[in-house]
């Protein structure tokens, strides 16, 4: 993640409802000297033991030290005494089902690493982000960008569950020598739908067009209520014009009492003929297509769009909202894309940056844009992100202090 991180901790933990049954794990990486959270992921892995599990949140601990502080001494702190033992060459690995994934992790680790074991109580974070994965609040990496005004990200359905460190109090740095007023985007994901939940490729006007399903819709309702403190602050509600983001954009509307209009630049990124299908069916059907979207920006499935593409209206449409709200407080209603590329753009991140973020449907993400623009200049941002849905307008990160 930065050359200035010289060691690192990966605390991670796994988990199977059942043992087994539905398992998934936790991971969370620190800069050792300052105890700053990196990244973090929470993810499911369908139906496995414990032990898998906790062999599962090792091995994606050890990708986050390598996408985001390579070349980092690593120190990992686990409360599996199996992994632990094992893993430090003490304990003999006899399950066959654990020597595929101790190979893998031994191959993720370099050179020098180190395993401790410490007690459960000292391991709250990853068993928080594994049973957050288990139940359905979180997918996904978290990361945490250093030098590009996010401070720290969390999510305020995780604090509930548990006091969150100290360091992942999210906090976002104001421009008080700014002669303007932010222009602030309080930008959220639409709820679920039928493709949501089934994990297919959704896009744009051009797709099938889901509604919201009745859970996406509590989604949002819950998402809007959390907001509603700075309902008078909100001078509009902006929406992707798919129908998945109006029905959205129309349910925190009405819990704002605020107006809605549409910008089609925000819309979904176009699919083309993946739409519809799992990325495990893209993968058999069209195996050379993906492989090429995914190695480049500028690559599309047939009849779709390229992030190329998609960043260009996006930011497109961010420069219409500036201009026409700019020093007020807008809702954003959109979508994964459109939401990742305005991060990316947010944060000066290269654009494949998309490809490290994770938004959980209904979350909220908070960018404010201080002055620029007028002059040529670009525009200085903050941001913070509460990436899962809001549990009560008084959990975690109050919105009547943003």
């Known amino acids: 993640m930065t050359e200035s991180v010289r ?34 992921e929470g993810s499911t892995i369908g139906r496995a033991t414990n032990n898998v599990a906790e062999y599962s949140g090792l091995i994606a ?28 060459g003490r304990w003999k ?36 982000l594994a049973n957050e994965a288990m139940d359905g609040v979180r997918d996904g990496v978290t990361v945490a960008v250093e030098d590009s005004l996010i401070e720290e990200i969390e999510s305020p359905a995780a604090a509930a569950a548990g006091d969150p460190p100290a360091s992942m109090q999210a906090q976002a740095r104001g421009w008080s020598a700014t002669s303007h007023e932010p222009t602030t985007l309080i930008l959220v ?22 509604p919201l399903s009745d859970e996406g819709r509590e989604q949002v309702r819950t998402t809007a209520e ?25 349910i925190v509307a009405e819990v704002l009492g605020a107006g809605l209009v549409e910008e089609p630049g925000f819309a979904e990124m176009e699919f083309g003929i993946w739409d519809g299908m799992t990325f495990g069916e893209v993968a058999k059907a069209h ?3 993906l492989d090429a979207w995914l190695g480049s920006l500028d690559a599309a499935p047939e009849g779709g769009e390229s992030f190329r593409i998609v960043e260009e209206r996006v930011l497109a449409g961010l420069q ?17 894309t459109p ?12 654009l494949d940056a998309v490809f490290r973020m994770e938004l959980t449907p209904a979350s909220v993400t908070v960018v404010s844009f201080f002055g620029g623009g007028a002059d040529g200049d670009e525009p200085r941002t903050s941001m913070r992100l509460y990436n899962a849905l809001p549990p009560a307008r008084d959990a975690f990160a109050d919105p009547t202090r943003w």
């Open 7 to 40: 060691r690192v901790v990966i605390e991670a933990d796994g988990g199977s409802r059942g043992n087994p049954g539905p398992a998934g794990y936790g991971a969370v990486l620190r800069d050792a000297d300052t105890d700053r959270v990196l990244a973090e």
């Open 61 to 88: 601990g050890l990708r986050l030290a390598r996408d985001h502080a390579a070349g980092a001494e690593i120190e990992v702190r686990m409360d599996s005494k199996l992994v632990v033992e094992q893993m430090s």
């Open 93 to 128: 690995i006899k399950h066959p089902d654990m020597r595929p994934l101790a190979a893998e992790a031994a191959a993720l680790a370099p050179a020098g690493t180190s395993y401790t074991w410490i007690p459960r109580e000292q391991n709250k974070h990853a068993d928080r």
């Open 189 to 210: 994901r639409h709820g679920v739908t039928a493709h949501t939940v089934e994990k297919r490729f959704s896009g744009g006007l051009a797709s099938a067009n889901p």
């Open 226 to 250: 959390w907001l509603a403190p700075i309902a008078e602050k909100v001078a509009v509600v902006i929406a992707s014009p798919v129908r998945r983001t109006r029905e959205s954009a129309e």
């Open 287 to 289: 195996p050379e297509m």
């Open 320 to 336: 219409r909202v500036l201009a026409e709200h700019a020093g007020k407080t807008v809702v954003v209603v959109s979508h994964v």
């Open 339 to 350: 939401i990742k590329t305005l991060v990316s753009h947010a944060v000066n991140a290269p």
